[in-house]
């Protein structure tokens, strides 16, 4: 039985198909970088390590993403926007988030509250810009990358509209709420940096933020099927309660109040010492 026979017969995904490095096929689009399976497998394990010891390299996170995502959980995503009439149409049209498309200072004129309102403020507030998410390069159907480019560009929307920051607890919280609604292995691996929180921040994640997360993700509709550039002027409220997601408690609330509770305490730790020692100075 021949090689593509075989391929055909189990209908193997173009990315499991071996190829020699020293005859890599033609890229299926500008960027594109295909990759053995060999290849695969070593860039999901060195970039995952590499993530984990620089959470800030954001370009390994990216090659974690598309290493893992492939072949099968890029393409269920892929199909489940094929299943939405609103996911054909985005498809379809392959709109793109960057500053150019998303005049941030058009945004922030925007109604409070808005979705494009929140989106800029988020932005401000984080210091990011749209322009700050890695091009796709190593997932081999052409749609499938745009999928994937898609979700990266949009993932700041998720954070605008939960109002969770980009810190590593509220990252590892919408990560969660990802993994549970896109199934990409990469959103799941994220978490690994839960060992990086401190004691309470852990004890508040299991218990407060990763079952929101789950159960949110769950019963949420698919929020890569979401046209944000038509949701701009809609009430935050209002697209929560269509896609079915719940307000997570507020984490910079939660984070303000217990540094002003340290602080009250250190003030009265250190008024009790300065009063003993004013004590031991009468006494003496």
Same mark, same amino acid.
């Given at each position: 039985?021949?090689?593509?026979?075989?391929?055909?017969?189990?209908?193997?995904?173009?990315?499991?198909?071996?190829?020699?490095?020293?005859?890599?096929?033609?890229?299926?689009?500008?960027?594109?970088?295909?990759?053995?399976?060999?290849?695969?497998?070593?860039?999901?394990?060195?970039?995952?390590?590499?993530?984990?010891?620089?959470?800030?390299?954001?370009?390994?996170?990216?090659?974690?993403?598309?290493?893992?995502?492939?072949p099968?959980?890029?393409?269920?995503?892929?199909?489940?926007?094929?299943?939405?009439?609103?996911?054909?149409?985005?498809?379809?049209?392959?709109?793109?988030?960057?500053s150019?498309?998303?005049?941030?200072?058009?945004?922030?004129?925007?109604?409070?509250?808005? !979705?494009?309102?929140?989106?800029?403020?988020?932005?401000? *507030? $984080?210091?990011?810009?749209?322009?700050?998410?890695? =091009? +796709? @390069?190593?997932?081999?159907?052409?749609?499938?990358?745009?999928?994937?480019?898609?979700?990266?560009?949009?993932?700041?929307?998720?954070?605008?509209?939960?109002?969770?920051?980009?810190?590593?607890?509220?990252?590892?919280?919408?990560?969660?709420?990802?993994?549970?609604?896109?199934?990409?292995?990469?959103?799941?691996?994220?978490?690994?940096?839960?060992?990086?929180?401190?004691?309470?921040?852990r004890?508040?994640?299991?218990?407060?933020?990763?079952p929101?997360?789950?159960?949110?993700?769950?019963?949420?509709?698919?929020?890569?099927?979401?046209?944000?550039?038509?949701?701009?002027?809609?009430d935050?409220?209002?697209?929560?309660?269509?896609?079915?997601?719940? !307000?997570?408690?507020?984490?910079?609330?939660?984070?303000? *109040? $217990?540094?002003?509770?340290?602080?009250?305490?250190? =003030? +009265? @730790?250190?008024?009790?010492?300065?009063?003993?020692?004013?004590?031991?100075?009468?006494?003496?």
């Amino acid at each position: 039985m021949s090689r593509p026979t075989l391929h055909r017969l189990l209908h193997l995904p173009s990315s499991l198909r071996t190829f020699s490095v020293l005859s890599r096929p033609t890229p299926n689009y500008p960027s594109h970088v295909p990759l053995t399976p060999l290849e695969r497998a070593s860039l999901a394990i060195t970039s995952a390590f590499g993530s984990l010891l620089n959470p800030h390299r954001h370009d390994l996170i990216a090659a974690l993403g598309e290493a893992t995502a492939s072949p099968y959980f890029i393409s269920r995503l892929h199909r489940a926007m094929l299943a939405n009439p609103t996911g054909r149409r985005i498809l379809r049209e392959r709109p793109r988030i960057t500053s150019k498309t998303m005049r941030l200072e058009e945004l922030r004129e925007y109604p409070e509250n808005s !979705v494009g309102r929140a989106y800029a403020e988020w932005l401000d *507030r $984080e210091g990011v810009t749209p322009d700050t998410r890695d =091009g +796709v @390069r190593y997932i081999d159907n052409e749609e499938e990358a745009y999928v994937m480019q898609r979700y990266r560009e949009t993932h700041d929307f998720t954070h605008a509209i939960t109002g969770l920051p980009v810190i590593i607890e509220g990252e590892l919280a919408v990560k969660a709420f990802e993994f549970a609604n896109t199934l990409l292995p990469m959103t799941a691996l994220s978490l690994v940096a839960f060992v990086r929180l401190k004691k309470a921040e852990r004890a508040r994640f299991w218990s407060v933020y990763l079952p929101w997360a789950v159960r949110n993700g769950l019963k949420a509709e698919e929020v890569v099927n979401v046209y944000w550039e038509e949701e701009l002027g809609t009430d935050v409220g209002v697209l929560r309660g269509r896609l079915g997601i719940e !307000v997570p408690p507020d984490l910079r609330g939660i984070r303000k *109040r $217990e540094r002003e509770e340290r602080k009250r305490e250190r =003030g +009265v @730790r250190e008024a009790e010492g300065r009063a003993a020692e004013r004590n031991g100075e009468a006494t003496g």
